[in-house]
């Protein structure tokens, strides 16, 4: 969540007690959205673009904690911790190396809600909400208490890109500095969709690659048996 909860972080911090409609802070490509939570001083944001990869490496990318912290920035470390619950969802531990404030860590339970189908096909969904108290605290990080959100990502077109809507809210607790607040809207939130297409384009060659060097089985004629076809190969 992945970078993830960096942009969460820093967006979360310019709500205005009372809001309540979605206030538009950033059009374009990426366009980002921002209100309060009622009776917190928590914001809930939404973003949504479009991202230049197949949901299916879409979804490889943002269903594999492990390998966040190669490619989402200020991830310090970023992996599944315990057992999958019987319902599928996993936890997941990251810590955040931040620049000014003091370093975040946080665990999240993640669901899988909609998955591509084998082919390749169909839309993805996932969810997430903060379990602070899955592991003991460390006396050098301050840990997210809240931390809720939600991918959806579907195809456009051919399917060769996708649309994707990116929700959350976070409380990243401790001192943050107020300047952070506009960072969130314009630099982070942004930066995350193009890591998460960055990171979804690695995996998409990756996956071409792997298919065209699989062995190709050979074409055997209508009627003939594969016997018979292999000994009419050797004369």
Do not use: C
Not at 142 to 150: I, N, P
């Amino acid at each position: 969540m992945k970078g993830l909860v960096v942009a969460a972080m820093l967006s979360s911090l310019s709500a205005l007690a009372g809001e309540a409609e979605w206030e538009t802070v950033l059009s374009g490509p990426i366009t980002v959205k921002n209100r309060a939570r009622e009776g917190t001083s928590i914001k809930e944001v939404w973003a949504e673009g479009d991202i230049d990869a197949p949901v299916q490496d879409i979804q490889q990318t943002l269903m594999t904690p492990g390998r966040f912290k190669t490619f989402m920035p200020n991830l310090k470390d970023s992996r599944e911790i315990g057992t999958k619950e019987p319902d599928g969802s996993v936890y997941v531990y990251t810590e955040l190396d931040l620049p000014v404030v003091t370093s975040r860590d946080y665990v999240v339970r993640v669901w899988l809600d909609e998955g591509v189908k084998p082919d390749g096909s169909g839309n993805f969904r996932n969810h997430w909400t903060a379990v602070p108290n899955k592991i003991p605290e460390r006396r050098s990080l301050v840990r997210v208490q809240v931390d809720d959100g939600s991918w959806v990502v579907t195809p456009k077109g051919d399917g060769s890109k996708s649309h994707a809507v990116y929700k959350f809210a976070v409380d990243p607790g401790g001192w943050v500095p107020s300047f952070a607040a506009n960072m969130g809207n314009s630099q982070a939130v942004p930066e995350t969709f193009k890591a998460v297409e960055k990171e979804s384009q690695r995996r998409k060659a990756e996956r071409l690659k792997a298919a065209g060097a699989a062995p190709v089985a050979p074409v055997i004629p209508a009627g003939v048996v594969p016997s018979a076809a292999s000994d009419a190969g050797a004369k």
